[in-house]
């Protein structure tokens, strides 16, 4: 059984740094970060593959690092450099298969999510 808890969240003035914590357990593919900002569509923020492989947004790339602790079954997401932009409900998820990808519809299960919140 595939289970996803997000833990972590919370609010930061820009500029400033928040790490998720995903307790992530059961799954056999890959594992990935994914957010939903109000009024906008679910987009992928990073994906962390099989070998350890990761892969990120545009919009995150050089200020958000995934991270995973295989033997405590945890994923993380530092994020540094918050913008207001980035405000958004943050979703852990998983695949059946491994995938290279960013695409909601390639991932299997999802976590109930955790809300970050960047000020001005």
């Known amino acids: 059984q595939v289970q996803l808890v997000e833990s972590g969240g919370g609010s930061v003035q820009a500029g400033g740094s928040l790490r998720l914590s995903c307790a992530a357990s059961?799954?056999?593919?890959?594992v990935a970060w994914f957010r939903r900002a109000p009024g906008k569509e679910r987009e992928g923020v990073a994906v962390?593959?099989?070998?350890?492989?990761?892969y990120y947004a545009n919009s995150v790339e050089g200020r958000f690092t995934i991270s995973r602790d295989i033997p405590k079954k945890m994923l993380y997401l530092q994020m540094d450099s918050l913008k207001p932009e980035d405000t958004a409900m943050y979703y852990c998820?998983?695949?059946?298969?491994?995938?290279?990808?960013?695409?909601?519809?390639?991932?299997?299960?999802w976590g109930q999510g955790s809300q970050v919140t960047v000020s001005s």
């Open positions: 059961g799954y056999t593919g890959s």
């Open positions: 962390i593959v099989t070998g350890g492989g990761t």
């Open positions: 998820a998983a695949s059946w298969s491994v995938v290279v990808s960013l695409q909601p519809g390639d991932f299997n299960y």
